[in-house]
């Protein structure tokens, strides 16, 4: 390619579903990463498309939480001592925004990002031919005795408000939809709309493919630093409007262009043990205890959990022991030999909302000069993939986005 109209920084999920969104619109693409397509947390997570998940973690509940699970150092919520004064003022942003007012707006626009992403994953899927990796069998999320299933029903009538699709379960019930599950969990809810890949790390290679297809080309380089007409690489600069969707690491690049973004570390585990380690039929989201079991076609994953730990402290991977463990009990029956563990790095903003938009302080999207955050999300929320990159497309080619943008500009933690 002789000279791209953009530049993406980032072979993950997000950057690729960017780059196949603009080339759609006309635009010439280049994609950027240091490793190459599916090297990150687009390779280990669940796989799903929660479309469900319209409530930002930053919550009264979760505070609430947090002191119990940040006592146990294998628990839901971790923070390594060593790391503890690094994020105490992204623990203090975090807590500010689970203040009931931020909260509600954070909903708000959670709930219409989630919508615009159902829309947009099915036209996405079916323009690159890869509508046969998506499966709709519904999701189920588990409770311990009646006081945990009933202090979720507020958030289930709110779902109910927007539209969402869901089922309350007891004993049978919840057999009928997943056997085999402890008699511990009395309670369940089923959510059909809950939609999963077949496999996260094939389906991020086949937007690399699709990529290449549409014509594009996808560079093996590191960027170092953003500059106005592009970015600079190991291999050189390289000119055109730029797209940043470098997962984890898209705070270091920002800062180079002297923008300052609250982004930090989300570092899930799993492990994910052979394909016929249990028989599962649906997701299954342990809530009390901050992970799921997953069928890919890779084989059954168990994981997630939080661990904000930046980028450079070595992996704890006793999480991902103790999160098996958890999952031999909850699934009796379940072989857990034979496993493959795992641990990725996961952008996380406190407000849980994605950065989207032009970096701040950079001129509009004019000629060459823009620079377009496309990454950035809360703990625990898994999908938002394809409406990202629509509203980067409509962004690119001087496009109105379908939903109110003001809530995900990455000028927003600026403001003050």
Not at 224 to 239: A, I, N, Q
Not at 334 to 359: C, E, N, V, Y
């Amino acid at each position: 390619m002789d000279k791209p109209d953009v530049i993406v920084i980032g072979a993950g999920v997000v950057g690729l579903s960017a780059a196949v969104a603009a080339q759609a619109r006309g635009l010439k693409v280049r994609v950027i990463d240091r490793e190459g397509p599916a090297a990150g947390a687009s390779t280990g997570n669940a796989g799903a498309f929660a479309f469900t998940d319209i409530f930002p973690l930053a919550s009264p509940r979760i505070i609430r939480q947090a002191p119990r699970w940040l006592l146990d150092p294998l628990g839901p919520l971790s923070v390594p001592p060593r790391y503890a004064l690094r994020i105490a003022p992204w623990m203090w942003r975090f807590w500010k925004a689970s203040w009931p007012a931020q909260v509600r707006a954070s909903t708000v626009a959670q709930t219409a990002m989630m919508k615009l992403s159902k829309d947009a994953l099915d036209p996405l899927l079916a323009r690159e031919g890869l509508a046969h990796m998506l499966r709709r069998d519904g999701q189920l999320q588990v409770y311990e005795g009646e006081a945990e299933f009933r202090a979720s029903l507020p958030q289930w009538k709110a779902r109910a408000e927007e539209g969402i699709a869901f089922r309350h379960l007891q004993g049978a019930e919840i057999a009928e939809i997943q056997p085999g599950l402890a008699p511990r969990f009395t309670h369940a809810t089923f959510t059909p709309g809950w939609y999963s890949i077949t496999d996260p790390r094939d389906y991020t290679l086949a937007l690399a493919e699709r990529v290449r297809a549409n014509g594009g080309d996808i560079v093996i380089a590191e960027a170092t630093s953003l500059h106005p007409g592009g970015v600079e690489t190991d291999k050189g600069v390289m000119t055109g409007r730029v797209v940043l969707a470098a997962g984890a690491f898209s705070h270091r690049l920002a800062q180079t262009a002297g923008v300052k973004i609250p982004l930090e570390t989300e570092r899930g585990y799993n492990t994910t043990l052979p394909g016929d380690a249990f028989y599962l039929r649906v997701q299954i989201t342990f809530g009390g205890h901050g992970f799921v079991a997953s069928k890919l076609t890779s084989g059954l994953r168990i994981g997630g959990a939080v661990e904000l730990g930046g980028l450079d402290l070595p992996p704890n991977y006793a999480r991902a022991g103790a999160m098996l463990e958890k999952a031999a009990r909850f699934l009796p029956g379940l072989k857990t030999s034979g496993g493959t563990q795992w641990m990725g790095f996961r952008p996380s903003l406190p407000d849980t909302l994605p950065a989207i938009g032009p970096l701040p302080g950079r001129r509009p999207l004019r000629g060459r000069r823009g620079v377009v955050g496309a990454g950035g999300r809360g703990p625990g929320v898994r999908s938002r993939r394809a409406a990202p990159a629509e509203i980067v497309a409509d962004l690119l080619t001087g496009q109105t986005p379908a939903i109110d943008m003001a809530p995900f500009s990455p000028a927003r933690f600026t403001r003050h």
